[in-house]
């Protein structure tokens, strides 16, 4: 049902309580999509009986939806604010197959394409690369999305490392994303909305894809999901420069590159080579982390397990490539309780947000999104009249 129609009211006549449920109802935030359940058509008929009995029905996106019994009690409690009202009963029911498609087509804005690259988007898309496995790059993406996210900022992570993904457990995430019609609505937990294939893969089983098929699954991720207004979108690329990186570039030609090294020689050295595909594909680089920079001993002394410098020379590296500066935006302590956070699915930043480890990740995420949300530095799509 069109929610701009008059409803029915069970008494002869309009009754303005209708109208002002209607009204409550739009403060009502449907959990996946995060936008009012009237807004989105999900209420379905609103009546009051001669007895001041208001009755509601909600259509659910899906059948089963596991938020119904939240969007349940909001409707009932929203309903009863409504003077005059004796009882509240609210019903729920599926969403027709017509009903879903003008769903996702108003998400969608009618059009199937990547939202984060069309004109006027203000969403800041960071690649999270590293040039070698186990450096935690990884760790650190979850933990970058998750400090934003505390901040207050809206945040997504895509897990473009299909064949290593680790972002569901990193986060906790054990839920499948809700398919509305063909529109994914991906899972959130501290506050980040996450996709990653693991999402879909039984545990233990490979991911056994080829180039192309990781390029789609990407680009899925990136159109077939319903983000909502993000100010961060976060990609945790599999190390190296391999087909991802590429695509990625390709799909998200705005993502800015974050190389996380160690300070070890080789990795810096396998790093810079990551940070200078940025020259071949175009993309800006944005920072250097260097991570495991020093464990911090009973006593107070720091054991520089892995060397030092790393950061800097890749920085400095990057730096003569690119063309521009490329500041090193962070040191992470080698820190085992950053391990363990990733392990239980609560990042670091979260369960112990003043550790000198999290405020250290905490500095990254606020270097890396200081420049205020806004058009002030896009690209705006400006032609010249000839005269």
């Not at 409550?24 to 001669?50: C, W, Y």
């Not at 009690?73 to 029911?93: D, F, H, I, K």
């Not at 009618?110 to 800041?124: A, D, E, M, Y």
């Amino acid at each position: 049902m069109n929610t701009s129609e008059q409803p029915e009211t069970g008494q002869a006549g309009t009754d303005e309580r209708v109208a002002q449920i209607h009204e409550a109802l739009s403060g009502v935030i449907d959990p996946e999509i995060h936008r009012p359940i009237t807004e989105l058509g999900m209420v379905g008929s609103v009546t009051v009986d001669a007895d001041g009995t208001a009755h509601v029905t909600v259509l659910l996106t899906i059948e089963g939806c596991p938020m119904r019994d939240r969007i349940e009690r909001e409707t009932a409690e929203a309903t009863a604010t409504v003077p005059g009202l004796s009882r509240v009963e609210v019903s729920t029911s599926a969403m027709s197959e017509e009903q879903r498609r003008e769903l996702t087509n108003r998400l969608r804005q009618g059009r199937r394409q990547i939202p984060f690259n069309q004109p006027g988007s203000l969403t800041r898309i960071f690649a999270i690369s590293s040039g070698k496995g186990g450096v935690g790059k990884s760790t650190v993406t979850a933990n970058l999305a998750a400090a934003m996210a505390a901040d207050g900022l809206h945040v997504g992570v895509i897990d473009a490392d299909i064949h290593g993904f680790s972002m569901p457990g990193m986060f906790g995430i054990t839920d499948q994303p809700t398919k509305v019609s063909d529109l994914l609505m991906p899972p959130a937990a501290h506050g980040v909305a996450v996709m990653s294939i693991g999402m879909f893969v039984p545990e233990g089983q490979a991911v056994v894809w080829r180039g192309p098929k990781m390029h789609r699954a990407i680009e899925q991720f990136a159109s077939d999901v319903f983000w909502g207004d993000l100010d961060v979108l976060l990609l945790d690329l599999p190390p190296g420069t391999g087909d991802v990186a590429i695509s990625v570039a390709q799909l998200l030609p705005g993502a800015q590159m974050v190389v996380v090294t160690t300070p070890q020689q080789s990795a810096s050295g396998v790093a810079e080579r990551v940070g200078s595909l940025s020259t071949s594909t175009e993309q800006e680089v944005a920072g250097v982390v260097e991570n495991m920079a020093g464990l911090t001993l009973p006593d107070g002394t720091v054991m520089d397990v892995f060397g030092t410098g790393g950061g800097d020379r890749v920085a400095e590296t990057l730096t003569r490539a690119v063309g521009h500066d490329v500041p090193v935006l962070g040191r992470i302590g080698l820190d085992p309780a950053l391990r363990e956070g990733s392990d239980h699915g609560v990042p670091l930043v979260v369960s112990d947000p003043d550790s000198p480890t999290s405020m250290a990740l905490k500095g990254v995420a606020r270097a890396l999104v200081r420049k205020p949300r806004g058009l002030d530095g896009m690209k705006l799509p400006l032609t010249v009249a000839g005269s």
